[in-house]
């Protein structure tokens, strides 16, 4: 008996949408487009928020540091994807207007020497801890629920800006003038 003869290969479509079909879809369907827009605007909105609320305080910056752990902890409590959705606009707004006030912030308040080096740390901070955070967040994330992920970085972020609160209810001057920014250290630094 003859082995049965062999049947033709099936043609590409067969196995499945293409990349470009699937892409193509969602575009026309919104699936992929509207996210990406909407993140677009929500960045938009808080760099415009930013720039236009005049020149960066410390207490601007508690202030958009605590409204970003509160969308983040609103967003880790919402009960479906789509309120999820609604939501993250305000994280995405909230997430650049802490960035570039933060950032403004240390530019300005740097001394100019070494304001290269301190962006340096900073940049660092910002980006050198994302292989390792992300990474963990993502495992927390697996193993336990992606609530928990955001419920963690919400928290983190709410506790920075009450550390930052609590910095800025404290006598100051002492903190200014052993770093050489406060008023009485720019009157010595005249006198000398």
Do not use: C, H
Request: aromatic share 6%; net charge positive.
């Amino acid at each position: 008996m003859s082995p049965p003869p062999a049947s033709p290969a099936p043609p590409a479509e067969a196995a499945g949408p293409t990349l470009a079909g699937r892409l193509s879809t969602y575009v026309r369907g919104g699936g992929v487009i509207t996210p990406v827009i909407t993140a677009l605007f929500a960045f938009f909105v808080g760099g415009l928020v930013v720039a236009s609320s005049g020149p960066p305080t410390d207490r601007r910056l508690v202030i958009v540091a605590a409204s970003f752990g509160t969308s983040v902890l609103i967003a880790a409590i919402m009960p479906t994807i789509g309120s999820v959705f609604v939501v993250m606009p305000f994280v995405g707004a909230a997430s650049v207007a802490v960035i570039s006030l933060s950032n403004a912030t240390l530019q300005l308040n740097s001394d100019p020497k070494l304001r290269g080096r301190v962006m340096a740390i900073f940049s660092m901070a910002l980006i050198g801890s994302t292989p390792i955070g992300g990474p963990l967040m993502g495992w927390i994330g697996e193993t336990v629920s992606a609530r928990v992920s955001l419920l963690i970085g919400g928290f983190a972020a709410l506790v920075a800006a009450l550390y930052g609160w609590w910095n800025l209810t404290r006598s100051v001057t002492g903190i200014e003038d052993a770093i050489g920014i406060g008023e009485r250290s720019a009157e010595a630094a005249a006198s000398a």
